[in-house]
């Protein structure tokens, strides 16, 4: 598996990471991205591992100073993580596309 920096995800890159994770992404968010279900796990499921393999923030209502957090808001939280969850779910997908679409105009 390859190690991959942000600022390195090119085609390539991207590729690879689709097929380190065995070229399929199936992808759940967890329940906060329900805000009507009365549990609000903030995890991203890949349906493999209970424990999940990824997880968005809440804001703790917290100055810094006083052991705050930082992080979003729930509403933010909820759009990230149906943003990240949505993103990786297609990503396999686009790059299909762009592969017909380089191979279609001789790239």
Do not use: W
Not at 8 to 24: F, K, M, N, T
Not at 53 to 82: M, S, T
């Amino acid at each position: 598996m390859a190690t991959v920096r942000s600022t390195e995800l090119d085609l390539p890159a991207l590729r690879q990471l689709v097929s380190d994770v065995g070229g399929q992404v199936e992808l759940y968010a967890g329940h906060l991205a329900d805000p009507d279900h009365s549990c609000q796990c903030q995890y991203i499921f890949d349906g493999a591992h209970a424990g999940g393999i990824g997880q968005v923030f809440l804001d703790n209502g917290l100055n810094i100073v006083d052991g705050g957090n930082d992080c979003p808001g729930e509403d933010l939280a909820r759009a990230y993580l149906k943003l990240l969850v949505g993103a990786a779910n297609a990503l396999p997908g686009l790059l299909d596309r762009l592969e017909e679409l380089e191979n279609a105009l001789g790239a």
